[in-house]
């Protein structure tokens, strides 16, 4: 940030202290703080269950640390005013799996377990900061959108099982496994999950139908009350119910901050931490891709832009300082931030509010969170874990084709069975082949067609289009497109094979791949080309590769043999120059007219009745030519008007640094230069001979003195220029028309 920026930035924050931004602020701060404080309360208590509840204070505590730093750094830097940062369900599900996989293999006390959960949680928002300010350092940030759409959904509808396991398992105090589902059934257990689940139910029925920023923060506050009504008329007292285990208390009477200088990580298990590696992997790719989804989102619901690098780094630096403090992993959040730009507080200072307003239940308030239901807490969490569910599985089963929709489910039950990184692997390699299925049956043949419709830009003598005429079904043209891999390559090879079996068309000398348009080759495609080349060998024909790019011709040439049944053009148009004058040397024609000797028994020949040949051409001015004359030059004036007698001359447009592209070469008898000659336009295309030869010229003062001095000589010209404009038009739409067959 520069020094205008800064001073724009400190100008800007100091701004929202007005009146007109304070109190909508102020509401709104306070509205993401009891959201983040019930969170905090959730995810800890899903992250420290069982053997580790004692300590649930403290992982309250490390909760709202991650909150409260992640926050405020979020707010500080995003480039979009008013977008909060916290805690998150997708990443807590999977601490849950460390945390439970961690007890399970430490077999010290209980005290060690938490050291050891504490320093694999720190160390994991450690990891995910620097992974973050990594991809936003370097610009990487869109690379991730780049993942496949199923197994994102995946991702997030696994997240949605473990969520729903880790609150029935906090719900109830037990392991929650396959074999174990029975235990769930005896009366005494089921009075502990089913009315959390009822809430849960109620929880997602009612958000989907009312759409009130208060609904959810009512619903909750409902709730507790309802817990204690019951227990009122149930005749309990809070301490019965507290050593029941129905609440999450008791907390010991103190901040819930649990410094980690504090810790005895001397007592930490390391080896419980490393083999944890996988799952900590998995919390850094799921945390990407939801920051960045919820970041794309903020920018569908806002119409503003928003950096996505700049929001990694923005998160990057809130999870690594807050990793110090033993915070949970934390990043931009979708429905919190949507719900305060709509309470029109779109500012910095919201979530500088709501970070403040944790801090004082982080230092003052564990005598009153003791007292909360699990009930409740349990059947928040079981709402987020069905909505995922609903959201990601069901849902997407309407919505998504099946095969990607089959990918989801796969995903979501190699999860449940086997665990999160097995079931992001499966679902990536499932993605890949259908990816490789679908992208199988797309067609990578751009445009198909016999040489009867391609055609090069040389313009023929019509004695040579008569003969072509007759042979150009022996070409045929396959224009490629997209990458080329095994599947499609196989798919295009068959193409060809049905073309040069079909006995009620030509037999196939030419077969014409131009490659202009692809843009890959897989080295699997290799094999369907020496395929082609074996079929055409069979058959005598020749298989030519146009517009080949020099990284694709050197892997196709290491492939094929090298014989006269390959050949290599740098364009379609070249190649098919070729294949014309094969076709002309194969079938000469012993009836064709000779070519008359000069240009004045040519432009007779073209325009017969021509009565001032002689006096026309003297008007014309003979030029002997050599190969690379340039005769115009893009650019200049139009002053001249040019008659080939012969030889061979290119008309090609001229760019800057790069190969200029062929527009018309022509030989004998074809005039060059007459519409910028008559529309007195400059040069758009300069004109370089091929060959050797001979041209007549017109000048622009020359013509003046004929149309002055012989009007009836003139008028011959105009009418022998309208012939060849008339001519040259005809190919055009011959051109045209081959196009849009």
């Known amino acids: 940030m520069d020094a205008v920026s800064e001073q724009s930035f400190w100008a800007k924050l100091k701004g929202e202290f007005s009146l007109k931004y304070l109190v909508p602020s102020f509401v709104g701060g306070t509205i993401l703080a009891l959201f983040e404080v019930v969170l905090a309360v959730s995810f800890a208590a899903l992250i420290f269950p069982g053997v580790l509840s004692p300590f649930t204070a403290s992982g309250i505590g490390l909760a709202l640390v991650g909150a409260i730093v992640t926050a405020v750094a979020t707010s500080l830097l995003t480039t979009l005013p008013g977008t909060v940062s916290g805690n998150q369900d997708a990443p807590a599900a999977i601490l849950a799996v ?41 610009k990487a940030g869109r690379w991730v959108r780049f993942l496949p759409y199923p197994v994102i959904g995946g991702f997030l509808g696994g997240t949605g099982w473990l969520l729903a396991i880790g609150a029935l398992g906090l719900l109830t105090d037990l392991p929650i496994t396959w074999a174990g589902l029975p235990a769930l059934l005896p009366g005494a257990v089921l009075l502990r999950w089913l009315p959390g689940l009822l809430f ?36 309990f007292s809070v301490a019965e119910i507290t050593a029941d285990g129905w609440l999450l208390g008791p907390f010991p009477n103190q901040s819930l901050w649990t410094p980690l200088t504090n810790l005895d990580f001397s007592l930490v298990d390391w080896q419980a931490i490393g083999s944890q590696a996988g799952s900590i992997l998995t919390i850094l790719i799921v945390s990407t891709i939801s920051l960045l989804l919820n970041a794309g989102g903020l920018e569908l619901s806002t119409a503003k832009d928003v950096d996505l690098n700049r929001e990694l780094q923005a998160a990057g ?38 970070a403040v307003l944790c801090a004082i239940v982080l230092f003052q308030g564990a005598a ?38 089959l990918i989801i489910v796969l995903i979501v039950v190699v999860i449940a069975t086997i665990g999160f990184l097995q079931g992001v692997l499966v679902g990536l390699v499932a993605a890949v082949v259908l990816f490789g299925v679908n992208y199988g049956r797309t067609d990578v043949v751009w445009n198909q067609r016999s040489g009867q419709y391609v055609r090069s830009r040389v313009t023929r003598e019509p004695n040579e ?27 295009l090879y068959r193409r060809i094979r049905e073309r040069m079996a079909d006995a009620n068309l030509p037999q196939l000398q030419f ?4 490659f202009h348009r692809v843009t890959g080759l897989d080295s699997t495609a290799v094999l369907s080309f020496q395929k082609l080349q074996m079929l055409a060998q069979k058959q005598s024909g020749i298989l030519l590769f146009t517009g080949v790019k020099p990284q694709f011709q050197q892997q196709l040439a290491t492939a094929l043999a090298a014989d006269d049944s390959v050949r290599w053009f740098a364009s379609l148009d070249e190649g098919m120059e070729w294949c014309e004058n094969r076709l002309l040397a194969a079938n000469p024609d012993a009836a064709d007219e000779p070519i008359p000797p000069g240009l004045a028994e040519m432009l007779a020949q073209i325009l017969p009745g021509m009565a001032h040949t002689a006096l026309l051409m003297s008007y014309f001015e003979r030029r002997q030519i050599a190969s690379g004359d340039v005769l115009i030059r893009q650019g200049d004036a139009p002053d001249v008007l040019l008659f080939v007698e012969s030889g061979q001359v290119t008309a090609q447009l001229e760019r800057p640094s790069q190969e200029p592209v062929r527009l018309e070469t022509m030989g004998s008898g074809r005039v060059v230069g007459e519409i910028g000659f008559y529309l007195g336009q400059v040069r758009t295309a300069s004109v370089v001979a091929d060959k050797p030869g001979v041209v007549y010229q017109l000048t622009r003062q020359k013509l003046a003195q004929m149309e002055a001095n012989a009007p009836e000589v003139a008028s011959e010209l105009h009418r022998l220029i309208a012939h060849l404009l008339a001519e040259r038009a005809t190919h055009l739409v011959e051109t045209v028309d081959a196009l849009l067959r």
């Open 465 to 491: 289009r008569r003969r072509l005429k007759d042979v150009r079904e022996q070409v045929h043209v396959w224009q490629l497109q997209g990458f080329l891999f095994f599947g499609t390559a196989d798919l």
């Open 317 to 354: 630096l809130g999870n690594v300082l807050a990793s110090f403090g033993g915070g949970f992993v934390g990043y931009q959040q979708l429905s919190l931030s949507i719900l305060n730009f709509k309470l029109g507080a779109g500012t910095r200072l919201t979530g500088l509010i709501s």
């Open 98 to 138: 460390i945390s439970t996989a961690i007890a399970g293999r430490v077999t010290a006390g209980a005290e060690t377990i938490f050291v050891t959960v504490v320093t694999a949680v720190a160390l994991t928002t450690l990891f995910t900061g620097l992974f973050y300010l990594a991809l936003g350092t370097f």
């Open 368 to 405: 009153v969170l003791a007292f909360v239901p699990k009930l409740v807490v349990g059947g928040l969490l079981l709402y987020l874990g069905i909505d995922f569910l609903v959201d990601w599985v069901i849902e997407s089963w309407v919505k998504l084709p099946k095969a990607d929709a």
């Open 200 to 235: 849960a139910l109620a929880l997602f029925w009612g958000n989907r139908k009312v759409a009130h920023f208060l609904f959810m923060p009512g619903m909750v506050l409902g709730g507790v009350l309802l817990f204690y009504v019951a227990v009122w008329l149930l005749g």
């Open 511 to 514: 077969m014409v791949l131009d």
